[in-house]
């Protein structure tokens, strides 16, 4: 068991911290100062109809991609695709081979599994309740 008094000599005084370097008041994250910039407006050429447009930089970042995407740029349809329905579901192979059924006690008594399919109305996997008085 530790000493108390190394311990209390180790805690952070009232009003101290325990990084006093760290990040300053006021700072800004670089996802605010990204997110501030996306909103910011530009003059610019639409890359798709070719006009002069005020456009938001978080919609030309988008036209770009879309640009891209028309192009046949195989990362920008990709991108879009993500974007739209969310990345493809992937398979996972679970199944595995049991060579031997752990054995598992409940009140005294040893539960027995079937691995194959049971006609018992317990749960799948599960035959029966022995006993190891019989």
């Known amino acids: 068991m530790p000493n108390p008094e190394n311990i209390e000599s180790h805690k952070f005084k009232k009003g101290q911290t325990g990084n006093p370097n760290g990040r300053p008041k006021g700072s800004r994250s670089l996802t605010t100062i990204l997110r501030e910039y996306m909103d910011k407006e530009l003059e610019i050429n639409d890359p798709i109809t070719k006009k002069l447009v005020n456009k938001r930089i978080g919609d030309i970042v988008n036209l770009k991609l879309i640009a891209n995407a028309i192009k ?63």
């Open 72 to 134: 046949g740029d195989q990362q920008a349809i990709k991108m879009v695709f993500e974007r739209l329905d969310g990345m493809p579901t992937q398979k996972v192979d679970v199944s595995a081979v049991v060579t031997e059924m752990p054995t598992i006690t409940r009140g005294g008594k040893e539960i027995e599994f079937d691995i194959g399919t049971s006609e018992s109305s317990e749960a799948p996997g599960f035959t029966s309740e022995t006993s190891d008085d019989n």
